[in-house]
């Protein structure tokens, strides 16, 4: 069963400190992984978008990273600021004949405090 | 260049209604999806649009049924509206399916 698991579910942290949200996954076939930022009542916004070869990339304060062998991906965030908080959406694409689908995970919900 | 525009942005209806929501495409953009999110909830797919077709469906009732006009723009129609339809309805253009997508600002709709 294609699956998307994220970790943790929800997360605190100070302003300035850094964190890392984990996204695993059981999908197959594989097209791509993106990090989707999501501000409570709004549409989700693209952070990262990565294929089956690329290992890691960056999106300024924001790098994301994927094995494709343990089917992981995470998340991470430097220097947190205040409008770091929101919900981040792990999204993977499975291949599926000639009609891609999408299989969302949970979220994980990201508060930072001054 | 504007991105993904969606109207209203919130409208409050009774139970058994009908509603339409609307969606503008980011430039360039052939491709429309629609999806549902309830509170504290991910998106659920519901549909998308390409060529002025449905080509993908999810796991939603026929009172939930779509329109893509020649300029790509696209409509949501919900009838008999129920109170578990009250949602954040999202939605996504993008040039190929499902690759990049880009999402609106959302529709919040609230059956009473």
């Known amino acids: 069963k294609n699956q998307v698991e994220q970790s943790p579910q929800s997360l605190i942290i100070l302003e300035g400190k850094n964190c890392t949200l984990q996204c695993n996954y059981t999908v197959s076939p594989f097209s791509n992984l993106r990090w989707y930022k999501q501000d409570t009542g709004r549409g989700p916004v693209s952070l990262t978008i990565?294929?089956?070869s690329e290992n890691t990339k960056s999106n300024g304060r924001y790098t994301a990273t994927l094995d494709a062998d343990t089917k992981q991906s995470s998340l991470h965030i430097t220097a947190s600021q205040l409008s770091d908080s929101a919900s981040y959406i792990c999204v993977v694409t499975v291949n599926a004949g000639n009609n891609r689908k999408l299989i969302w995970g949970l979220g994980t919900s990201l508060g930072v405090n001054p | 260049d504007a991105g993904v525009t969606q109207s209203p942005t919130h409208l409050i209806k009774t139970r058994g209604q009908q509603v339409t929501l609307r969606c503008s495409p980011k430039s360039g953009h052939d491709t429309v999806s629609w999806y549902q999110q309830a509170l504290g909830q991910g998106p659920q797919f519901i549909f998308q649009?390409?060529?002025?077709?449905?080509?993908q469906r999810g796991n939603f009732p026929d009172r939930f049924s779509g329109h893509q006009f020649p300029n790509y723009s696209s409509e949501l129609n919900v009838n008999a509206l129920l109170l578990g339809d009250s949602a954040l309805y999202l939605c996504?253009?993008?040039?190929?399916?499902?690759?990049?997508?880009?999402f609106g600002p959302g529709t919040r709709l609230t059956v009473t």
């Open positions: 996504a253009s993008s040039l190929d399916n499902f690759y990049e997508q880009y």
């Open positions: 649009y390409y060529e002025e077709e449905e080509r």
């Open positions: 990565m294929t089956f």
